[in-house]
């Protein structure tokens, strides 16, 4: 395909129809001056070819494409070429049988655009699609060289160049088709994601979950037939075992019944022996009566014993209280003591502090006192000088600076006076002490041996002080310790009387035997039953249903086991009859926690088995679930009636006030006993035993305490009186020194000395006295003078000398205020102190005096004490003289009363044990008829019962009992009964179903990904078939394209060559690089060449580019214009010489490139717009085989032609 025709309408600079005819086939240039229109003529046929870029047409957007942007009335832009496809191998795919192809494109205002194909519109992309059939695709355009294109070339790299050969080799298209292969298989790889995740996140949890259920399925399918299995075999169990249960409770009603007429008989021959012991102590009542008639001298004993019993207690306590308050009272004597002793010391102490402050009060007044003197002085000088006049009223003579020189002049002579006098004074006590100093080394001997002694006692006294406080004791402790001690023992004394009081009450439950043998052990026999329980002290409101549970048996005694029982029985000479329970024997028979929990359930918390209400001894624990194991204990009738009589519980129950329910139908009670119940008082028992073990054990911790302490309190005891004595010592050694002959003169020497330091302290105040007066004669003179010369200024200084002293005078008051205020505080508190001393003194002598007093009376209660426990004592033998008298008749009645107590004791127990029985009967009738209504209905509900009975309990059957745990199989049928109601809710039937779906869907999934993963493979595998056939391709045509820059750079420049190759350590594929040769030498980089040397270089590289596949046309814009002369001729001769198949079109301001053209085009620019006139200088194209035959062969080179122009 070459360009015929081009016609051009309202496009940029050509207005109006320009029809262009008569293209060379291989060589057309265009040439004009600049701005004459000749580069619109290439944007035109990139405009028709199908360009987007509008930059690269040098416009902004269409508008910038139609003449004058549209402002002259053009608003269209219409360019059309027509192309010679005479050529069928080349012409484009469905266009060969058309000699011409006519391609337009108009664009109008405001955005208008179309195509038209031989006359018909087209779309873009048709248009686009026919040109790069043909390798003239104008977006990637290697057919048009524009004016910026060599420089590009230049600066291209390695990588750029690469592309360049790429494109030549037509691998461009190989890589696009690898981009698609690529997005192909970034569809896959979704694919695949997308299969994957929904295999894992829907399918597989789906299937896993339906596997999950298909197994809960099977194995509820399982717990079914094994639940069925196990229910035949317990069914057959519970038939058997209640046939059995039958026959026993048949045996024990026999056995009950027998026991019954046994009692009744043994309860007749107790009331025979009860009337015969009754008449038997009527008889020896009647002898003692007679024996005690006979004087009633026992009777008087009895009394006096008792009243000297009482009167020695009342002492006896009266000396306890009374030591304890001698004791209380002395510790607050000396509490007392301590208290005056520190008053004494805080008094020593606020005198010394308010001697302190007077000295300073003192010191403080006298200094506002001079203060006030000396602003007073000030005063009237001021007064004086300005007036002439004192404040006095006196003349000036008397005041004034002379008035003030006269005082200081007295002052001075006073203080003279008083100088001389202290010099007096000072040489007669001087000489006083010499003659007191030399009697005192008369006695200074006496007097050092009685100091050293007084120093060495109050040494002694010291170190004794040290070793008592070292000690750890003291007086409070040691009164804090006998106070502890007595509390102690007081509280121990009261809890034993209340325990002994309780236990008296209790003496019903004692239980009395000799030992049966020598070897016996006394732990075998545990006790009452109601005296091993315990009850918490929440539950006491259950007493009364505990005691009616229990009944008779809660007296019944518990041993070890039946030989002790059998001992008990015949050789422990029991007074009373009693009922043994001997834990290795006793079947205790419990509620099963079934029936516990169906009580719970029915009644919430009011119904509970008894046995857990109470505390016993673990190792007891079978008899108390024989006593306690078979009752339940309710809050209210309507929860006992609940329980009692449902099918799920079925067993006896008490409630809070003492009815009972059974399930036989009875109700037994109406009326709860009044007062606390045995239980309660066995707890009260406990409780107070407790206590009593714990006051005990303080108090042992105490006696432990002050015996291990009392070594340590001896010792403090001790060396205290030795302290005591010691500074006794000390203070009659004080006094003896205090007045003896040479204390005396001590105390004189001191006293003088005393006085010679006050004298000699007036001395020197005189002194000073002296000097501050002749300073102040020194200056009032000096003033004078000053004043003589200096009147106003001196006035001026007075003034402000006074104002200065009126500030200090007026600070200086109120440190005498506060002075003055602590003062009078501290003498207040001083007063205070003393009368608190004073009070303190009266206080602790009362209370000396109380303690001397308690102690005479604590000694006539001694005395009174003793009196009385001789008295008591000789009665007390009198009264056992004839109490021994009346022992035969007294015992005798005790064992008779012992005999009838026992014997009702025994008719009372067999009453109780006979109704105990009676109730136990029925109850056997009950559970008897139970077991055989249970037999009745299991038969009547489970037909197979019947039918299989012979093989229950048969050694290899199905009913084997003894190869299963009963307990562990009903166990089992529980969790399986509730394994099974669980899975039932859960259990999805329609898995099996369902799962056999969703394995279906994700075989057909999992077979689509590998479906999937194999046409990603073969895609891998074309990408890299299209790898290897581009390196191929793309070595060839580098060995092509290098052999033609070679060339093509050795014409342009003879003698000189260029290479492409591969840079040092890379390989073609990374990248090509300019190697160029200048004579011999090997240029090492382009910037070592010349700027027309580069140019030729990219050039022949451009060129060997578009000789490797040729495109049907070519457009060069200006590419000569870095070049010189002789190099445009050469370009244009390789043009002309070398590109033979293609058409050039080359728009050129260079003669020497112009001149090689076949067909030349010149543009010129006239009124506004574009002309173009054509020259043929030589064709090789028929078109023109006229003109050359007119012209007789000749070529027509340079004769210009203009064959279409405006028109």
């Not at 391609?103 to 109008?108: E, S």
């Not at 058997?240 to 007429?261: C, L």
Request: net charge neutral; charged share 30%.
């Amino acid at each position: 395909m070459r360009i015929e025709e081009l016609v051009l309408e309202g496009f940029k600079s050509y207005p109006v129809r320009t029809q262009i005819t008569g293209w060379d086939s291989s060589f057309n240039a265009i040439t004009g001056l600049n701005g004459s229109g000749k580069s619109n003529i290439l944007d035109a046929i990139c405009f028709v070819l199908g360009i987007t870029n509008m930059s690269s047409m040098r416009a902004q957007n269409q508008q910038d494409l139609i003449y004058k942007r549209g402002q002259a009335g053009i608003t269209k832009a219409s360019v059309t070429i027509v192309f010679d496809n005479s050529d069928r191998a080349t012409s484009p795919v469905g266009l060969e049988n058309c000699k011409q192809i006519t391609v337009t494109r108009q664009i109008a205002l405001p955005n208008v655009s179309k195509y038209l194909l031989n006359g018909h519109k087209s779309q873009q992309h048709t248009i686009q699609t026919l040109f790069q059939s043909v390798q003239l695709n104008i977006n990637n355009p290697n057919f048009l060289i524009m004016q910026g294109r060599i420089t590009k070339v230049l600066n291209m790299r390695p990588q750029e160049i690469l592309g360049m050969v790429e494109e030549a080799a037509g691998t461009r298209m190989f890589e696009e088709r690898k981009d698609k292969a690529k997005k192909t298989m970034g569809k896959k790889e979704k694919r695949v994601q997308e299969i994957t995740s929904l295999l894992e996140e829907e399918i597989t949890p789906k299937l896993d979950t339906l596997r999950e259920e298909k197994r809960s399925f099977l194995q509820y399918q399982k717990a079914c037939s094994e639940l069925e299995r196990i229910g035949r075999v317990l069914r057959a169990w519970e038939w058997t075992e209640g046939r059995e249960r039958v026959a026993k409770k048949e045996a024990e009603i026999a056995a009950t019944e027998k026991a019954m007429t046994d009692l009744r008989k043994g309860k007749k021959k107790c009331g025979k022996e009860i009337e015969a012991a009754e008449r038997r102590a009527e008889e020896v009542q009647a002898q003692r009566e007679k024996e005690l008639r006979k004087g009633g001298k026992f009777k008087k004993l009895e009394d006096e014993v008792g009243e000297l019993e009482k009167v020695l207690v009342k002492i006896r306590t009266q000396v306890e209280i009374k030591t304890g308050t001698i004791s209380d009272e002395d510790g607050k004597a000396d509490g007392k003591e301590n208290e005056l002793k520190e008053l004494q010391e805080t008094l020593e102490q606020k005198r010394a502090q308010v001697d302190e402050l007077t000295t300073s009060h003192g010191a403080v007044k006298d200094k506002h006192t001079a203060l006030q003197t000396a602003l007073t002085n000030a005063e009237e000088l001021l007064q004086t000088l300005l007036t002439g006049l004192s404040s006095s009223g006196a003349s000036h003579t008397g005041g004034g600076y002379m008035g003030r020189l006269a005082d200081a002049k007295v002052r001075l002579q006073q203080a003279s006076t008083e100088e001389e006098q202290s010099r007096v004074k000072l040489a007669m006590n001087q000489k006083e002490l010499k003659a007191l100093q030399v009697r005192w080394k008369e006695v200074e001997r006496e007097a050092g041996d009685s100091q050293k002694k007084l120093q060495n006692m109050k040494a002694e006294i010291e170190t004794f002080q040290r070793k008592v406080a070292e000690t750890g004791w003291n007086v409070e402790k040691e009164r804090d310790g006998e106070n502890a001690l007595r509390t102690g023992k007081a509280e121990v004394r009261h809890l034993t009387e209340e325990r002994d009081a309780i236990k008296q009450r209790l003496s019903f439950l004692n239980f009395d035997y000799s030992l049966p043998h020598a070897n016996f052990n006394r732990s075998n026999v545990k006790g009452l039953v109601a005296s091993l329980v315990s009850l918490p002290a929440a539950d006491y409101n259950k007493s009364t249903a505990l005691e009616i549970t229990a009944g008779g048996k809660l007296y019944n005694v518990v041993v070890q086991n039946e030989q002790v029982g059998k001992d008990l029985l015949s050789n422990g000479k029991l007074k009373k009859r009693v009922t043994i329970i001997p834990l290795n024997k006793i079947d205790a028979f419990k509620i099963s926690a079934q029936k516990i929990q169906a009580a719970s359930r029915l009644a919430p918390g009011k119904a509970r088995l008894a046995l857990s209400l109470v505390v016993y001894p673990e190792e007891v624990a079978n008899a108390m679930a024989y006593v306690f194991g078979n009752t339940l204990i309710c809050d209210d009738p309507e929860s006992a009636k609940l329980v009692t009589f449902s099918p799920q519980v079925g067993v006896k129950s008490v409630t809070l006030d003492g009815d009972v329910y059974d399930p036989s139908g009875t109700l037994s009670g109406g009326s709860a006993p009044s007062g606390n119940g045995v239980l309660i008082r066995v707890q009260e028992l406990l409780d107070s035993e407790r206590k009593l073990c714990e006051a005990q054990g303080r108090l042992q911790e105490l006696e432990q305490t002050e015996q291990r302490d009392r070594n340590g309190r001896e010792r403090w005891k001790k060396m205290a009186r030795e302290l005591e004595i010691k500074e006794h010592e000390m203070h009659l050694l004080e006094e003896q020194v205090g007045g003896s002959n040479a204390a005396r003169i001590g105390t004189e020497v001191d006293k003088v000395k005393q006085t010679i330091t006050e004298l000699q302290t007036a001395l020197e105040t005189a002194q000073q006295k002296q000097k501050d007066a002749t300073a102040e004669i020194g200056k009032l003179e000096k003033d004078m003078d000053e004043f003589k010369n200096n009147k106003e200024g001196k006035i001026d200084e007075l003034k402000a000398g006074v104002s200065k002293q009126k500030a200090s005078l007026q600070k200086h008051a109120v440190v005498v205020k506060t002075k003055q205020k602590e003062l009078q505080t501290a003498t207040l508190e001083l007063e205070q102190l003393e009368k608190d001393i004073e009070t303190a003194t009266e206080t602790l002598a009362e209370a000396r005096a109380s303690v001397e007093k308690l102690r005479k009376e604590l000694g006539k209660l001694k005395e009174q004490l003793v009196t009385n426990e001789a008295a008591f004592a000789k009665a007390e033998r009198k009264l056992q003289d004839e109490r021994a008298t009346l022992t035969g008749f007294d015992n005798e009645l005790k064992e008779l009363g012992l005999v009838i107590k026992e014997k009702k004791q025994a008719i009372s127990d067999a009453d109780l044990e006979i109704k105990k029985l009676e109730h136990d009967v029925q109850t056997l009738a009950k559970e008897k008829s139970q077991a055989n209504n249970l037999v009745a209905n299991l038969e009547k509900q489970y037909d197979w019962i019947l039918d299989e009975q012979e093989s229950f309990g048969k050694r290899g059957s199905q009913y084997d009992f003894t190869a299963v745990d009963v307990a562990l199989l009903k166990e089992k049928a529980r969790d399986l009964e509730a394994q099974q109601k669980g899975m039932k809710k859960k259990v999805n039937p329609k898995v099996i179903n369902m799962i056999d779906t969703v394995e279906k869907k994700e075989a057909s999934l999992k077979k689509m990904l590998g479906t999937v993963l194999k046409d990603k493979e073969k895609i891998e595998q074309t990408i890299e078939e299209l790898d290897r056939y581009k390196r191929d391709a793309l070595e060839k045509t580098w060995t092509k394209v290098n052999g033609d820059f070679g060339g093509i750079f050795a014409e342009l420049l003879p003698g000189n060559f260029a290479k492409l190759q591969p840079p040092e350590g890379q390989d073609l594929t990374q990248g090509l690089e300019v190697k160029v040769q200048l004579g011999s030498v090997w240029k090492q980089s382009l910037t070592e060449l010349s700027g027309g040397q580069r140019s030729l270089i990219a050039l022949s590289l451009i060129m060997s580019l578009l000789q490797f596949k040729p495109a049907p046309m070519y457009i060069l814009d200006e590419i000569d214009a870095a070049l010189d002369l002789s190099h445009t001729q050469h370009i244009g001769q390789l043009l002309r010489t070398r590109f033979k198949g293609s058409q050039f079109i080359v728009v050129s301001l260079k003669e020497g490139l112009f001149t090689n053209a076949n067909v030349l085009f010149r543009t010129r620019f006239r009124d506004g717009t574009s002309i173009v006139e054509r020259t043929a200088q030589r064709s090789t194209s028929t078109l023109y085989a006229t003109d050359k035959e007119n012209d007789g062969g000749e070529p027509r080179s340079r004769r210009p032609r203009a064959t279409m122009s405006n028109s």
